[in-house]
């Protein structure tokens, strides 16, 4: 029942973040307040600074961006598609992408979209001052360095043309360059707009913040002058911050309509009551289910005796067949995960099987395990606190254990594990660590996971791997360049492992029975602009 759950919400048991999607013709209507709740505040309602999953979702239904994503789940939700953009054309150097805009798109105040206002956008977050996690994605643009460096105060590589025409010059090709246009950090920005955090910031797709009263409430409104075509089905979307409990309870009362309930551990009993009583992902239903673009995985520090070298190679081979996937899933709570072998979630990667999913292959990892150089009895394994990532390191300890390996493992509190991961002789030899990709593209994946700075604990320095990836991420258009990576996925794991993924996660939520048109997208959660009241 129910109040069975609430009750283990109230004991400390919280939920995991979801999603789905649900549409009905019959029960769109234009018009209405949704309601959304949260157990706490956004990191930031500016998309220059906001960088978690609760912010992406209001930037999502806020922004109009050069490129963007459908409104859509799954893989229909990864492809994609030009939004302020009408066409571009790509130098033969493939280092000059020139846009043309279209002229349609306006603020919430009637001010146009113009490429002064990408131009002004992409300086602002270059700047040292405002410290937006979008620099990491901005390297390869010609100037950004001497921006950060306090050098300059303009990126002489980002240049309007004209009105509606802009420019992005590069140090070097990177193909991946449109989708990581996608990003909120890239929202386009009002003349005048400093260099400071702010809480009303323009809005430029079908919403914008109205209202921020920090832990308090945000109130988004309809911008009455956007021309786009994404959808726009509420008039107004109230953000409250509410205990979980209270918000199952008001999601019952028809009070609340959605609560945001990532961050707590996973509650299995209460999902599989809302599986019994609503079922999956049905049509005009309240409980939906759908994959992410997480992967969780164990990392190889390629640093340390036991990874460095091909004389290795066997070892992180043996180790992918002896982990118990099945089981490693499990702890994450029911409908939470798919177990995986490959990197690349669902939709990105390429549809096969390299490692047992069904279970620990001992026999195998043995064999393996005899062909390295160097066969260690202990090995020391990083991990956080949380009791899900505890559990799971006990499964990882009991695995190696019956392959000649005793697993010492050392937990940190979650904020600071990256930190440690992320220092160069830290004296690691596994981690367990996650990835959600900040776009829909493979790169999003393998280039900052590989890259010594990301706190994920793999410190891969291989040149043939290397060019591998740097001819992967030179491809342009959406097809080849998937094509290529999940070929590279493969072949990494079968071949050379860096890692050993485990489970791509799913997403999961409920709704009130006051709502209806549910989208959750694989990337921004529930689709604020797609959402609509029943009649």
Same mark, same amino acid.
């Given at each position: 029942?129910?109040?069975?759950?609430?009750?283990?919400?109230?004991?400390?048991?919280?939920?995991?973040?979801?999603? =789905?999607?649900?549409?009905?013709?019959? @029960?769109?209507?234009? =018009?209405?307040?949704?309601?959304?709740?949260?157990?706490?505040?956004?990191?930031?309602?500016?998309?220059?600074?906001?960088?978690?999953?609760?912010?992406?979702?209001?930037?999502?239904? /806020?922004?109009?961006?050069?490129?963007?994503?459908?409104?859509?789940?799954?893989?229909?939700?990864?492809?994609?598609?030009?939004?302020?953009?009408?066409?571009?054309?790509?130098?033969?150097?493939?280092?000059?992408?020139?846009?043309?805009?279209?002229? /349609?798109?306006?603020?919430?105040?009637?001010?146009?979209?113009?490429?002064?206002?990408?131009?002004?956008?992409?300086?602002?977050?270059?700047?040292?001052?405002?410290?937006?996690?979008?620099?990491?994605?901005?390297?390869? *643009?010609?100037?950004?360095?001497?921006?950060?460096?306090?050098?300059?105060?303009?990126?002489?590589?980002?240049?309007?043309? =004209?009105?509606?025409?802009?420019?992005?010059?590069?140090?070097?090709?990177?193909?991946?360059?449109?989708?990581?246009?996608?990003?909120?950090?890239?929202? &386009? *920005?009002?003349?005048? /707009?400093?260099?400071? @955090?702010?809480?009303?910031?323009?809005?430029?797709?079908?919403?914008?913040?109205?209202?921020?009263?920090?832990?308090?409430?945000?109130?988004?409104?309809?911008?009455?002058?956007?021309?786009?075509?994404?959808?726009?089905?509420?008039?107004?979307?109230?953000?409250?911050?509410?205990?979980?409990?209270?918000?199952?309870?008001?999601?019952?009362?028809?009070?609340?309509?959605?609560?945001?309930?990532?961050?707590?551990?996973?509650?299995?009993?209460?999902?599989?009551?809302?599986? @019994?009583?609503?079922?999956?992902?049905?049509?005009?239903?309240?409980?939906?289910?759908?994959?992410?673009?997480?992967?969780?995985?164990?990392?190889?520090?390629?640093?340390?005796?036991?990874?460095?070298?091909?004389?290795?190679?066997?070892?992180?081979?043996?180790?992918?067949?002896?982990?118990?996937?099945?089981?490693?899933?499990? !702890?994450?709570?029911?409908?939470?995960?798919?177990?995986?072998? !490959?990197?690349?979630?669902?939709?990105?990667?390429?549809?096969?099987?390299?490692?047992?999913?069904?279970?620990?292959?001992?026999?195998?990892?043995?064999?393996?395990?005899?062909?390295?150089?160097? !066969?260690?009895?202990?090995?020391?394994?990083?991990?956080?606190?949380?009791?899900? /990532?505890?559990?799971?390191?006990?499964?990882?300890?009991?695995?190696?254990?019956?392959?000649?390996?005793?697993?010492?493992?050392?937990?940190?509190? *979650?904020?600071?594990?990256?930190?440690?991961?992320?220092?160069?002789?830290?004296?690691?030899?596994?981690?367990?660590?996650?990835?959600?990709?900040?776009?829909?593209? &493979?790169?999003?994946?393998?280039?900052?996971?590989?890259?010594?700075?990301? =706190? !994920?604990?793999?410190?891969?320095?291989?040149?043939?791997?290397?060019?591998?990836?740097?001819?992967?991420?030179?491809?342009?258009?959406?097809?080849?360049?998937?094509?290529?990576?999940?070929?590279?996925?493969?072949?990494?794991?079968?071949?050379?492992?860096?890692?050993?993924?485990?489970?791509?996660?799913?997403?999961?939520?409920?709704?009130?029975?006051?709502?209806?048109?549910?989208?959750?997208?694989?990337?921004?959660?529930?689709?604020?602009?797609?959402?609509?009241?029943?009649?």
């Amino acid at each position: 029942m129910l109040s069975l759950s609430l009750g283990m919400l109230a004991a400390g048991v919280g939920l995991f973040v979801a999603a =789905g999607l649900a549409r009905s013709a019959t @029960e769109e209507r234009k =018009g209405g307040t949704l309601r959304l709740s949260a157990p706490a505040d956004v990191d930031s309602v500016d998309p220059a600074v906001g960088y978690f999953p609760r912010s992406w979702m209001l930037s999502y239904a /806020t922004c109009a961006k050069l490129f963007n994503y459908p409104d859509a789940q799954g893989a229909a939700g990864t492809r994609l598609v030009p939004e302020v953009v009408e066409r571009y054309t790509i130098s033969r150097d493939q280092r000059t992408y020139t846009f043309e805009l279209r002229q /349609t798109f306006r603020f919430h105040t009637g001010a146009p979209v113009t490429a002064h206002s990408f131009v002004a956008a992409i300086n602002r977050v270059a700047q040292p001052k405002l410290e937006s996690p979008a620099t990491a994605y901005m390297r390869e *643009i010609d100037g950004v360095a001497a921006v950060s460096d306090g050098k300059a105060q303009t990126i002489s590589g980002v240049r309007a043309l =004209g009105r509606y025409r802009l420019q992005i010059r590069l140090t070097r090709p990177v193909g991946d360059l449109t989708a990581r246009l996608t990003m909120p950090f890239f929202c &386009p *920005i009002l003349p005048g /707009t400093p260099i400071a @955090e702010i809480d009303t910031p323009a809005g430029s797709g079908p919403y914008y913040v109205a209202e921020r009263i920090v832990n308090q409430r945000i109130v988004l409104k309809r911008n009455r002058y956007y021309r786009g075509n994404r959808p726009a089905n509420v008039d107004e979307v109230v953000v409250t911050i509410d205990e979980l409990k209270d918000c199952l309870l008001a999601i019952e009362q028809v009070t609340i309509d959605y609560c945001y309930l990532g961050g707590g551990l996973p509650a299995g009993a209460l999902f599989r009551e809302l599986e @019994e009583r609503h079922g999956i992902n049905r049509p005009g239903g309240r409980f939906f289910v759908s994959p992410s673009l997480t992967t969780s995985f164990v990392a190889f520090n390629h640093d340390r005796p036991a990874f460095a070298g091909p004389g290795q190679i066997p070892l992180k081979q043996a180790i992918n067949h002896a982990i118990d996937r099945p089981e490693l899933t499990r !702890q994450l709570g029911y409908l939470s995960a798919n177990r995986a072998d !490959q990197m690349l979630p669902r939709g990105l990667a390429r549809p096969t099987s390299i490692y047992p999913l069904r279970g620990s292959d001992y026999a195998t990892a043995r064999r393996m395990l005899a062909r390295a150089r160097n !066969q260690p009895k202990r090995l020391v394994l990083y991990a956080n606190s949380f009791s899900v /990532t505890v559990a799971q390191a006990e499964i990882l300890a009991f695995n190696l254990k019956q392959i000649g390996i005793d697993l010492q493992v050392k937990y940190f509190d *979650i904020g600071a594990l990256p930190g440690k991961l992320a220092t160069r002789g830290e004296p690691y030899d596994l981690a367990l660590a996650g990835w959600f990709a900040d776009y829909a593209d &493979p790169a999003a994946f393998f280039v900052p996971i590989l890259n010594r700075g990301s =706190g !994920q604990g793999v410190n891969l320095d291989d040149p043939r791997i290397d060019a591998r990836i740097e001819a992967a991420n030179r491809l342009t258009g959406e097809a080849r360049r998937r094509a290529a990576w999940a070929d590279l996925d493969v072949d990494l794991m079968r071949d050379n492992p860096p890692w050993a993924p485990y489970v791509h996660t799913q997403t999961r939520t409920l709704v009130s029975k006051g709502v209806g048109c549910v989208v959750v997208h694989p990337l921004y959660g529930f689709d604020i602009a797609a959402v609509c009241k029943k009649r």
